[in-house]
């Protein structure tokens, strides 16, 4: 929804927000990892990849 409204504080802390409450919503996962690919926010697009294999890793 923020990324509609150009927004893009908002729209990295609703996907943040999203992969925190279920870590299983993999589209939240994509779409964030878009978004940040976008933002060329390599840093923390490396963050978001360990976390996601922390979680597939204790499913």
Known sequence: MYLAL????RSKASLR???V???SLD???RALAAFLSQEEDFDDLAA???ERLHHEDTV
Request: charged share 30%.
């Open 6 to 9: 150009n927004d893009p504080a």
């Open 48 to 50: 978001i990849y360990e």
């Open 17 to 19: 927000r999203s992969v």
């Open 21 to 23: 409450l279920d870590p």
């Open 27 to 29: 589209d939240a996962w």
